[in-house]
């Protein structure tokens, strides 16, 4: 995810901005790029791929006494990771610095180009710049011209300007990205997108709120909302870093599992409208051509896959195979050239999945990647790509890329679905509906968390657990299983609920603990006949369901859904949460466990 800093005053302004995205790092990016101002002339740089690429740049560079400058570091969304996409974008006379998507970026385009306006990337972001100069040319201010701007753009944001028409100034808005004011006895200003760049310097802040909006300068800051002036409400900033960077979590696998619901909301924007998906990634793509889908994908993302093979086959009428690419690579798989091989991979680096995508090039495929990180091999070798956008994922157990992989695979679903006339209108019309509701699913409710934590310590020993489900469920479960062995170092299984009877029914006892997946909304009756089976045998059941399950041990109620989806995004972050609370029960090392890397690419 993108990181945001800018600063007014009397330090060197380079060094300020570029030490400030170091401290935003930890977010990832894949170039950066800073602009500053003095005695009326802007200079920008950018650089691809590491800061050390855009400090060698600026090296000559030096930007001391009164001025203003702008920073950021990008996590590419929308265009490639390429010097041109890099931010500062700018137009005549101004430029930006943007967080976030505009989701209406192509309606805005097109009339600016209609008037002649040049672009010179493919990101959404240059759009802001270039409307907000429009509006100078027709006789503006600076300041009614960004008010303007703000109010045309749709999306989420957190935005910097600068521009010569206000030399002492600095422009901001922010909507669903965060964005942080700060200051000092010096009256410093300072931006940015969290707390950690501004440590030691800013000693008071203030958060921006949705919808808030203004201007910087030395002297001033100056907020508005819904055209009122907002009385700042600043409070001292706190002194530790990595705690910032961790955003108040006691871990980034924590702070990843809260992001969810924001970041699956960046895996849907300007992809979903009220009656239909748009993936325009896939243009090119003729899925009336294509006849089935093999995917191939390790760990998490198989886990990702094996929920996609339900969709595709449920919502898009289309035969699908997931396969663990270790397996496949080695198998002598019989490929058919009308078939999309999909693979899937948070890195985009994993060598197995990386050689089974070259199996299936090789054998003349259309080649589709899900996939965290733009430019990584595997989005360089696939013919296409769909990015998941969750951001840099710190944690080395996955949780918000898995969430953002199913997030994208159901988009794909329908939209294939969509293409190949397989969805009725109706259908689409709550499948979206249930869409747009998983952000909300996916808030962690402090109650929940409580309860999560004091059940944890009844889960700390045993001789194993069993995570049981059916249908999504199952693939859930699965996850589940690995969640709780990779960070609590338990033996853990996923099953799915009905095969249990032909086998591992032998091991239980009262120390065997089942988790069971007892959605509402999908055969309820089935698997709670399952978990009735093991109890009757003295397993230890903690069930996990919006129904009350009198020989269930232990309980967490989920809510009352009315779609799969959105139970299992549910049912989720409860596995997740649960795998986290034991795992720090038993002292562990929570964001690097052990044995484990976060990419893997030895066979
Ligand atoms: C589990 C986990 C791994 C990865 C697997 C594939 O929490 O992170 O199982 O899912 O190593 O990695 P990617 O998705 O990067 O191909």
Redesign the pocket.
């Known amino acids: 995810m993108c990181g945001i800093i800018g600063y007014i005053g009397e330090r060197e302004k380079k060094e300020f901005l570029i030490n400030g995205l170091k401290e935003l790092e930890y977010r990832g990016y894949d170039s950066a790029g800073i602009a500053t101002f003095k005695n009326g002339h802007i200079s920008s740089y950018r650089a691809l791929g590491k800061l050390e690429n855009l400090i060698h740049k600026t090296d000559l560079f030096s930007s001391d006494g009164f001025g203003l400058g702008i920073g950021h570091t990008r996590w590419a969304t929308h265009g490639k990771p390429t010097e041109i996409n890099a931010h500062p974008h700018c137009g005549e006379f101004s430029h930006i610095i943007h967080n976030g998507i505009i989701e209406n970026h192509r309606e805005i385009k097109k009339n600016l180009l209609s008037k002649g306006v040049k672009f010179l990337s493919q990101t959404d972001s240059e759009v802001i710049v270039h409307q907000f100069e429009k509006f100078i040319s027709e006789g503006m201010d600076a300041k009614k011209a960004f008010k303007n701007t703000i109010e045309i753009v749709q999306g989420a944001y957190a935005i910097l300007l600068i521009t010569k028409d206000e030399p002492d100034t600095i422009f901001f808005a922010k909507s669903r990205v965060p964005l942080m004011l700060g200051t000092n006895r010096k009256k410093e200003k300072f931006m940015s997108s969290s707390d950690a760049p501004l440590m030691g310097h800013a000693t008071e802040v203030v958060y921006l709120e949705d919808g808030e909006y203004g201007w910087i300068t030395k002297d001033e800051i100056s907020i508005f909302a819904d055209e009122q002036l907002v009385t700042p409400k600043f409070i001292t900033l706190k002194k530790n870093k990595i705690h910032a960077q961790k955003n108040g979590f006691r871990f980034f696998m924590e702070k990843e599992i809260y992001e969810q619901s924001n970041v699956i909301s960046e895996t849907f924007m300007g992809r979903v409208s009220n009656d239909s998906i748009e993936l325009e990634e896939l243009n090119n793509i003729d899925f009336n051509n294509i006849d089935s889908i093999k995917i191939c ?5 198989y886990h990702a896959g094996l929920v996609a093979t339900y969709l595709f086959e449920r919502l898009s009428k289309i035969k699908c195979q997931v396969e663990i690419a270790s397996e496949f690579r080695y198998k002598e798989p019989l490929l058919d050239k009308k078939t999309l091989f999909l693979s899937i ?3 985009g ?2 060598a197995d ?1 990386l050689e089974a995508l070259k199996i299936a090039k090789i054998a003349g495929l259309t080649s589709l990647a899900i996939c965290n990180v733009d430019n990584s091999s595997i989005v360089r070798l696939s013919d296409v790509t769909l990015l998941t956008r969750a951001g840099i994922e710190r944690g ?3 949780t918000k ?1 898995f969430a953002t992989q199913v997030a994208t695979l159901w988009l794909l679903a329908l939209y294939i679905g969509k293409n190949r006339k397989t969805i009725s209108k109706e259908k689409m019309r709550t499948e979206i509906e249930a869409l747009l509701r998983i952000p909300s699913v996916l808030v962690v409710k402090n109650s929940t968390h409580e309860k999560i934590k004091r059940l944890s310590k009844r889960y700390l020993h045993g001789h194993g657990f069993f995570f049981i489900g059916r249908d999504i469920f199952f693939p859930l479960a699965l996850e589940g299983a ?1 969640k709780l062995k ?1 960070i609590s170092y338990l033996h853990a299984e996923g099953y799915p609920a009905g095969e249990m009877k032909h086998g591992p029914i032998a091991l239980v006892d009262s120390e065997l603990f089942t988790i069971a997946l007892m959605p509402q909304t999908i055969l309820y009756d089935k698997i709670k006949n399952n978990v009735e089976e093991l109890s009757a045998r003295d397993a230890t059941i903690l069930a996990i369901s919006p129904k009350k399950l009198n020989l269930a041990d232990d309980f967490i109620k989920t809510s009352n859904q009315s779609h799969p989806m959105s139970e299992f995004f549910e049912m989720m972050i409860i596995m997740q949460i649960l795998a986290l609370e034991i795992a720090v029960r038993l002292g562990n090392d929570i964001d690097m466990p052990r044995n484990l890397a976060k ?2 690419t030895v066979e």
Do not use: D, F, I
């Open positions: 994908a390790c760990g998490t993302s991979s948070q890195s680096e994993t999945t080395v157990a996955s890329a690995l990779e990419s893997v």
